[in-house]
């Protein structure tokens, strides 16, 4: 079956600028949840969304914003690039709500320039 | 908050040695996940822990959950340069929030 699937895999932006990320889950999973990796912070979880709802959120600015549609696709939003948004960006996704474990995708590599 | 606290963060291990890297949380957790990523790559899912003192095996890794849930760890034996990534334990909480810890890169040497 497909896996989780993430686009763009590479994104160049200006500072100031809004991006939005795409996510699209394993057939029949339901979590979706998305993750900031750099280098100096690891995995830095950003938000978490079942069922269209947005279950946890992490300690992110609201710059960063989130949604999940009622085919389990999210999107997650970034507004007024900073040059500390360059990062890249997982999603994951679970069967129900990730105590099972999460199948990530390859990521969304974002550079703010 | 929860936190998951990873250590080491680096292991230079030469091949056909053993390692472990030792993961705590400072909270009770409903079950605790491993993860492993490649160079270049992402996340895999290793494996779950969920009971108290529970013990899995993979091969030539050994996954261990604390008896009071707050601790785990990653023993591989007979490293190989496969084994060559960075290895994250991430804690699953009442809330279904999953938090990583900072992770433990593996280095071997042939």
């Known amino acids: 079956k497909a896996g989780v699937t993430q686009t763009p895999r590479y994104l160049i932006k200006t500072r100031g600028q809004q991006v939005t990320l795409s996510c699209s889950p394993i057939?029949?999973?339901?979590?979706v949840s998305w993750y900031q990796q750099t280098p100096g912070q690891g995995l830095q979880f950003l938000f978490e969304y079942f069922s269209e709802t947005q279950r946890n959120k992490g300690n992110f600015p609201g710059r960063f914003s989130g949604r999940q549609f009622s085919n389990s696709r999210s999107e997650m939003n970034v507004s007024t690039l900073e040059l500390g948004d360059s990062a890249l960006y997982l999603c994951?996704?679970?069967?129900?709500?990730?105590?099972?474990?999460?199948?990530f995708g390859s990521g969304t590599r974002l550079t703010v320039v | 908050g929860q936190q998951v606290m990873q250590i080491p963060q680096y292991q230079h291990v030469q091949e056909g040695e053993d390692f472990t890297t030792y993961c705590n949380s400072s909270t009770t957790l409903s079950n605790i996940q491993w993860y492993k990523q490649r160079p270049g790559g992402h996340p895999v899912f290793l494996i779950q822990l969920v009971k108290s003192g529970e013990v899995k095996k993979q091969k030539r890794l050994t996954f261990q959950f604390g008896e009071a849930k707050k601790n785990s760890s990653l023993h591989i034996t007979a490293t190989q340069t496969t084994d060559v990534g960075t290895y994250f334990c991430a804690g699953f909480s009442n809330d279904y929030k999953l938090s990583f810890g900072a992770g433990t890169t593996v280095t071997v040497r042939a």
């Open positions: 057939s029949g999973h339901r979590s």
């Open positions: 994951a996704s679970s069967l129900v709500q990730g105590d099972t474990g999460y199948t």
